[in-house]
């Protein structure tokens, strides 16, 4: 079955840019609507940026417009969430999320997806 492993992350100061990466198993990776989400401690699981199954439509939430970018590559299997000035209240662990879609959708809740990875930390520090 399908299976989600993130890289990238790590530590980054305030202002700074990181990229997350997310590597899809199967040949099915375009028929898969993805998703970023991110969860600070404490706090939970929260919806960051999403993309339809083929790359034509895209959502982000508020906190990350003009910020962050979602992007995929269906001939590489693969996702990428691209974030550039980065705040304190960025970090946290990015989970990459995919589900089946049959057409062009953005899926914008946790519990709309059923693929996770396993998630990769990012920390912004001042």
Request: with cysteine; charged share 15%.
């Amino acid at each position: 079955q399908v299976q989600l492993v993130e890289s990238g992350g790590g530590f980054m100061q305030t202002g700074g840019s990181l990229s997350v990466s997310c590597v899809a198993s199967g040949p099915t990776f375009s028929t898969l609507a993805m998703g970023w989400f991110r969860q600070a401690p404490g706090k939970e699981r929260e919806f960051v940026a999403a993309i339809s199954r083929l790359g034509a439509s895209f959502g982000y939430a508020d906190s990350v417009k003009g910020r962050f970018t979602i992007s995929r590559d269906n001939a590489k299997n693969t996702v990428l969430l691209r974030m550039s000035s980065l705040r304190p209240e960025d970090t946290g662990v990015y989970y990459c999320a995919g589900r089946f879609s049959g057409y062009n959708a953005l899926y914008t809740r946790a519990s709309d997806y059923n693929y996770w990875g396993q998630g990769t930390q990012v920390t912004v520090s001042s």
